[in-house]
């Protein structure tokens, strides 16, 4: 066997594997070692190459590069080295192994041919994942883990039943564009759906990011939604729901951002509502909206992962996360402010990463409707002022009116991975054409036309306008935000509510039965004691010819009811 035949997810694994094994320092240069390799082998794969395993009378596909799936494996490679930069100073070798894992289990999903390797790599990475998740050993981070691995389960459990179905219906494994109007197809959606936090489907993502420690949001918020990205653009490209669903993204979560105090949580709930511009341009299904998909996933694991980096580094040295309780940290944290900047700029400014991808997405979105492009264009409004003003101007430029402690120094691997994820940005921004020229089909477009620079200046002014707009209102008081009820709100509080007053009516009627019963029983006994009693009536003695006439009135009796 080849290099190049064994499954890139694999090397991972077996990487994280030994990471358990190993001191400090090999760990985490083990941990560095790993993507740079996996990156490696894949360039030495042939285009369209595939490697095959027969297993029960069916062939998987343990891998397939092609022009799709080459985008998503190469930016997970890059997420990896970046998130073990940024976790280097981390002694935990649990959490080690997990990145490890998690990242090849992620990569292994988007290389899959089949429908059965994904759902091997699909359930991995639930798993791992979920180890970042409770790594802070708090009650908080275990219940969160808990509620996530159960939604994580429930969308493997959903993916296993839609390729049961699929290939009982002699439809095969292979993992190609499938019908989401059948059962098989409905199926699948709706475990991708999970994953990629539709509407209704994803407040687990809200809940379980902000739970674990500073470095592990940084690298959850890399893998688990853009591999859902990814299979939704394999299997579902030109699904009309999705542009409708897509939309709704953009708009409701940055609604529930708005209303968020807390600063990861306000970041997840953006991360949500920029999703939404990659399910609509899947939804289009166009070449170009699908390479618009993919080149807005490699800039939202790049910008969005740079947000989720200040706001560790800012976790670290404060000990706190809560907006309203931060402010004037432009002075304490100067390096870091400047990453900030860097990273709400890489969202949509000319330059960076996130213009170039939006640019795609609007561009696609355009040749559908007016209105579906009205709605991007409001969302990245939306998105440059809560979270990136928020996060710049109220955690490093606004007064602090209760002074936090200066807490520990942040560790010197946290700016490099900064400064890593920023670079990158800043090259996609600086040369779009040699960007696109990587994207799944030939992409012709200039994102640096007057009119679309002109549309982006409008926005960006709208943006700061609506932010300015919130300050004065209860937005800007961050501790009497009240943050909206979510989805998970129905089974995390409405089910339990329902069950307790269940219980409480079961147990008042119980009582009612029970005491109601009591008194009868005693009734009962009472009666038959005073009857039977020495001065009752059939304590005394009884003659023949009384017992004679009772029996036969008793007969009488019996006969006149049940023979009448």
Known sequence: MSWTEIPTGLIFCLGGVLALLLPQVPRKLLLLALPLLAAWQLLQVPDGATIEAPLFGVTLQLLRLDGLSAVWAFAFCAAALIGAVYQAHVRNRYEDAALAIYAGAAIGAVLAGDLLTLFVWWEITAVTSVVLVVAPGTETAIRAGMRYLLVQIASGVLLLGGIVVHWRLGDGI????????????????????????????????????????????????????????????????????????????????????????????????????QLGFMVVAVGIGTELAISAAAAQAVAHILYKGLMFMVAGAVIVHTGTGQASALGGLARRMPLTFAFCIAGVLAMSSPLFAG?????????????????????????????????????????????????VAEGRPVPANMPVAMVLATLASLAIGLFPDRFYALMPYPVSYDPNTVSHLLSTAVMLAIGAIFYAMLRKTVYWRGADLRPLPESDWFYRHGLQDIWRQVQDWAAETSGALTGGLKRWVLAIIGTAGRLGGPAGLLGKTVTPGAGVFWLTAMLGLYLLIFLA
């Open 174 to 273: 292979a993992f190609d564009a499938l019908d989401a109007s059948t059962t098989a197809g409905l199926l699948i959606l709706l475990a991708f759906g999970i994953k990629a936090a539709f509407p209704l489907l994803g407040a687990w993502l809200s809940d379980a990011y902000p739970a674990a420690n500073p470095t592990g949001t940084v690298v959850l918020s890399a893998f688990t939604t853009k591999m859902a990205i990814y299979a939704l653009a394999r299997a579902f490209p030109g699904t009309e729901v999705l542009i409708v669903l897509g939309a709704v993204m953009v708009l409701a979560s940055l609604a529930y951002a708005i209303m968020e105090d807390d600063i990861r949580r306000m970041l997840a709930h953006s991360l949500n509502s």
């Open 355 to 403: 213009y170039a991808g939006k640019a795609l997405v609007t561009s696609a979105a355009d040749k559908v409707h007016w209105l579906l492009w009205l709605v991007l264009m409001a969302g990245a409004a939306g998105a440059f002022a809560v979270p990136g003003l928020k996060l710049v101007h109220g955690l490093f430029l606004a007064k602090d009116a209760t002074p």
